[in-house]
């Protein structure tokens, strides 16, 4: 509803029913396939919901689809022409806290248009009006960085927030950062001085550089959770896909550890995201 009512959005809150949802059982106990009554109930349901919505003044349907659910999440955000996904996951136990779950991962993966992830970690702020709002922007200083900044500083403009672009280096053999030789870090951070320079020049928010040493899930999850971060947000560049963030997992850690939703994407993504009129899809 948040990202809904910023963009001055259409909402669309998807539920996708797997067939074992619609297995029933006859009065002799042999199971059938009956996937009437779960789509009715469901469709009550998400009208509920959206009845709730429309009293914010925006506009919202409820979808009901059935089969692969990361698939239909793609195809349904392909045919109403979504330019966001909201994605709300959960984590069973420690291994599916590192890994997300097949349909998240799937649809990270695969899909054309920014996805908006709230991992099983992500808790409303305790306080109303914190201090001060941060958007976290990872970025690796790619030629993939400057547009994703952009989209990061657009994401800050709209929170009213302050920009931290956070870029990180390797651990040196157990040195910690402030005992590093002068100048080591210099073509790096003016790398990023420079990319920070460049992003606010396409937006009016307080952008603050920062470089850190260390395990880069470990130190994006570390930075966020001091600066109580209202949103991250990483990019991968257009090489091989997410592959970037995905070859040590560092990205699903980050999204499935993360206290606040986190904004991934690709750089193709970023192009269309100036577009007036957004839809956005959300599996319920």
């Known amino acids: 509803m948040q990202q809904a009512a910023r963009a001055g959005a259409r909402l669309i809150l998807l539920h996708v029913i797997d067939a074992a949802e619609a297995l029933t059982a006859d009065l002799t106990g042999m199971p059938y396939y009956d996937p009437g009554s779960i789509v009715e109930s469901t469709s009550r349901i998400l009208e509920f919901c959206c009845q709730a919505v429309r009293k914010h003044t925006i506009v919202c349907d409820g979808v009901v689809r059935e089969g692969n659910a990361a698939r ?13 996904i909201v994605l709300g996951t959960r984590g069973r136990n420690k291994l599916s806290k590192l890994l997300l779950g097949s349909v998240a991962e799937q649809v990270l993966r695969s899909a054309n248009i920014p996805v908006l992830t709230v991992g ?3 808790r409303l702020p305790v306080d109303a009006s914190p201090p001060e709002t941060v958007v976290l922007h990872a970025t690796t200083l790619r030629e993939a960085s400057r547009p994703s900044a952009a989209l990061a500083c657009r994401m800050a403009s709209i929170l009213n927030a302050r920009l931290v672009i956070l870029h990180l280096l390797p651990k040196l053999n157990g040195i910690q950062g402030h005992e590093l030789p002068p100048g080591l870090d210099s073509a790096a951070l003016d790398d990023l001085q420079s990319l920070a320079k460049a992003t606010s020049a396409g937006c009016s928010v307080l952008i603050e550089p920062r470089l850190v040493h260390g395990n880069p899930a ?15 947000v990483m990019g991968s560049t257009a090489r091989s896909g997410f592959e970037n963030l995905t070859h040590d997992r560092t990205a699903y850690k980050v999204l499935a550890h993360a206290h606040c939703p986190a904004l991934t994407l690709r750089e193709a993504q970023v192009k269309g995201e100036d577009s007036s009129s957004a839809h956005m899809a959300m599996r319920s």
């Open 120 to 122: 099983p970690e992500a």
């Open 218 to 232: 470990i130190e994006i999850l570390a930075e966020s959770a001091r600066r109580e971060a209202s949103l991250i």
């Open 72 to 84: 239909q999440v793609l195809e349904a955000a392909h045919d109403f022409h979504a330019d966001r």
